[in-house]
T-cell receptor
Framework: QKEVEQNSGPLSVPEGAIASLNCTYS??????FFWYRQYSGKSPELIMS????GDKEDGRFTAQLNKASQYVSLLIRDSQPSDSATYLC?????????????FGQGTILTVHP | SQTIHQWPATLVQPVGSPLSLECTVE??????LYWYRQAAGRGLQLLFY??????ISSEVPQNLSASRPQDRQFILSSKKLLLSDSGFYLC???????????FGQGTRLTVV
């Protein structure tokens, strides 16, 4: 079982629709969760971080975390063609010396006009 | 503010040649440092990470190696490149807390 799994995609949605990206993680002690966006040929950049159960909203983006189900999701409302990218989920175990960052395999999102 | 520098941006190397990719971080101390490789259309494959000078953890056995000679410098090396080493290499850093990972611009390596 992969440590962090994302819905395989690719995901295609029409402009203006809601895109739903999902991620599950296997390590129950994971404490911090991040969504990154990566445009083709570029490096990943942070979209959202979430640490507590529930929803966190930032503009058109909402991250949802359910630690009991070991599930984190990203919703993109009013999707735009500029949202077309690969989205990466990261689940992180905290601690002063723990170093490893674990990413999912990524979900390719295409928003078509 | 913190910045991460990774170079070169693109590299074309013949099979069997050596490799050295360098990454430096500014504006922070004692960062965790990472090397990832990404094949086209695929996710991030963790190659090496380091929690301190001289401390290297290898995730994937292969003909690559990493070194951390200084606190904010991380180097990825190979003595003899293989065709399969082609890919997009990303250096990243994080702190030991809850902030996100920060990535360098990446190096597109093509082994011919």
């Amino acid at each position: 079982q992969k440590e962090v799994e994302q819905n395989s995609g690719p995901l295609s949605v029409p402009e203006g629709a809601i895109a739903s990206l999902n991620c599950t993680y296997s390590d129950r002690v994971s404490q911090s969760f991040f969504w990154y966006r990566q445009y083709s040929g570029k490096s990943p950049e942070l979209i959202m971080s979430i640490y507590s159960n529930g929803d966190k909203e930032d503009g058109r983006f909402t991250a949802q975390l359910n630690k009991a189900s070991q599930y984190v999701s990203l919703l993109i409302r009013d999707s735009q063609p500029s949202d077309s990218a690969t989205y990466l989920c990261e689940a992180r175990v905290g601690g002063t010396s723990y170093g490893k960052l674990t990413f999912g395999q990524g979900t390719i999102l295409t928003v078509h006009p | 503010s913190q910045t991460i520098h990774q170079w070169p941006a693109t590299l074309v190397q013949p099979v069997g040649s050596p490799l050295s990719l360098e990454c430096t971080v500014e504006g922070t101390s004692n960062p965790n440092l990472y090397w990832y490789r990404q094949a086209a259309g695929r996710g991030l494959q963790l190659l090496f990470y380091s929690v301190g000078i001289g401390q290297i953890s290898s995730e994937v056995p292969q003909n690559l190696s990493a070194s951390r000679p200084q606190d904010r410098q991380f180097i990825l090396s190979s003595k003899k490149l293989l065709l399969s080493d082609s890919g997009f290499y990303l250096c990243a850093w994080s702190d030991r807390g809850r902030t996100e990972a920060f990535f360098g611009q990446g190096t597109r390596l093509t082994v011919v």
